[in-house]
């Protein structure tokens, strides 16, 4: 079996990861350029600063995925390189770095699928309550604006936000992301809802003055669960596992994804969280549950469930299963439940947005890199994602994360997630191996898979 023929083949980015900050560049700080001048925060002591200095290097990053035949590319947009505050004056000069990269994409037959959002929240706006502000939806939403009516005469695919459960739950309960806050739950769910808010109008504002016809999805994290066995009982748990919590945790799947689909917080979750729940005013349920074109997930790995006799279990993995670099397991059924279990769910095309995987990669003797195990790891992965395809999940595209090494966020530098190294010294950048295997997966749609 086959991927669509007009499936999409991409890589991803995010802009405080490669860029460079905006705050050298004209434009304003984020809450990660203050986060990462913390003492201790960043496990390698660095920041976002140069990163790849993808700002002053996009056209070599986009003849090196020409090259590789790559023709999508998920990136993001810094909010604060477009406006300096978060709302008010327009830094022209920002604006104008994105308008050259959307057209420098197209012109090598490139297409740009532009995320609004991945984490980089203007400084200005997190003095003035962040994702705490009920203002911060419309902030988004004059933010958007600007966007769209500068790019979207050439933009076909948007996405409003990447990961509510990270930027929100590691950003604010935890404190392991920028703004490295530690909330109560009940703030953390009132950030998350504005953050709800400020998708459902972004996507209303895309619709109104996009000029070229827009299919807009967002990325949140898909939380994959994988049954123990095939058995209906460990499917169910598994299914059931996916979408609801039994503990006060951001990582419901359901939590996020049923307002945006179906207009409402799930019930068993309600139950779960009590008067933590954010009060839902007349009118934001519609505003939140505009009409999206893809479900899109970022997944990684997953948990195996099987059915306990007091419902979904996690079964432990394996004594000495493969891991990455983060620990993260190796676990490409992931890309299959996961995939399987949203689309019976929300009914909406899948869009595997980010999907990859960390290590220790350098340049050997020979001038390559070689990165075996990337490759493994995805054929088995993307060989997963297919069989779901194969079993009738509607599938759009695959966005391995990603193109280049870069900013990992509080790991710093140290673990690579690229098909291309880069070396920070000298921003010079290598292909992997793993890059010219994806480059042959992309051109014969997958039929060099072995998994
Ligand atoms: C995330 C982000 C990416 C990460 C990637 C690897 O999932 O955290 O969307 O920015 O770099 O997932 O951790």
Redesign the pocket.
């Given at each position: 079996m086959a991927f669509s023929s007009d499936f999409a083949w991409g890589v991803a980015s995010?802009s405080y990861?490669i860029e460079g900050s905006p705050m050298f560049a004209g434009g304003g700080s984020s809450v990660w350029d203050m986060f990462c001048r913390r003492p201790g925060v960043i496990n390698d002591g660095s920041n976002g600063d140069v990163a790849c200095d993808h700002y002053n290097r996009y056209e070599e990053d986009l003849d090196i995925m020409a090259s590789l035949g790559l023709k999508n590319y998920r990136l993001s947009i810094a909010w604060p390189r477009v406006l300096p505050a978060g709302k008010g004056e327009i830094h022209a000069e920002g604006l104008a770095f994105y308008d050259r990269l959307i057209d420098a994409a197209l012109a090598r037959g490139i297409d740009p699928w532009v995320t609004l959002y991945?984490w980089d929240t203007p400084y200005d706006l997190y003095l003035q309550g962040g994702w705490l502000n009920r203002d911060i939806a419309d902030w988004f939403a004059d933010y958007t604006q600007i966007i769209v009516d500068r790019l979207g005469d050439r933009v076909t695919n948007w996405m409003t936000l990447?990961?509510p459960q990270?930027f929100i739950g590691l950003g604010m309960q935890t404190g392991l992301h920028a703004p490295g806050d530690r909330l109560a739950f009940r703030e953390v769910l009132l950030a998350g809802h504005h953050a709800l808010l400020a998708h459902g109008k972004a996507v209303q504002v895309i619709r109104a003055r996009a000029t070229k016809p827009a299919r807009i999805g967002w990325a949140p994290?898909g939380a994959a669960k994988i049954p123990a066995t095939h058995s209906p009982e460990d499917v169910d748990a598994a299914r059931l596992a996916t979408f609801s919590t039994t503990t006060k945790t951001v990582w419901s799947n359901s939590w996020w994804n049923d307002p945006v689909f179906f207009g409402s917080y799930p019930e068993s979750d309600l139950e779960v969280f009590g008067d933590d729940a954010p009060v839902v005013r007349a009118g934001d349920m519609e505003i939140i549950s505009q009409p999206l074109d893809f479900f899109g997930a970022?997944i990684?790995n997953g948990q195996t469930i099987r059915a306990g006799d007091n419902g979904p279990e996690d079964v432990p993995n394996p004594l000495g299963i493969g891991r990455t670099i983060?620990t993260w397991p190796v676990t490409p059924e992931a890309l299959y439940w996961g995939p399987k279990f949203f689309y019976e769910r929300y009914g909406k095309p899948i869009v595997i947005t980010?999907n990859g995987l960390?290590l220790s990669d350098w340049v050997a003797l020979d001038g390559k890199v070689h990165d075996p195990q990337r490759i493994d790891f995805l054929d088995r992965y993307i060989s997963a994602f297919r069989r779901a395809t194969d079993d009738g999940v509607e599938a759009l595209g695959y966005f391995q994360?990603?193109f280049s090494d870069n900013f990992?966020?509080y790991e710093g530098y140290r673990f690579r997630?690229g098909l291309v190294h880069v070396d920070y010294e000298t921003q010079v950048r290598t292909p992997k191996d793993s890059a010219y295997w994806y480059q042959e997966v992309a051109a014969s749609n997958g039929a060099i898979l072995k998994g």
């Open positions: 995010a990861q991945h990447n990961e990270c994290v970022n990684y983060y980010e960390g994360w990603s990992e966020w997630f």
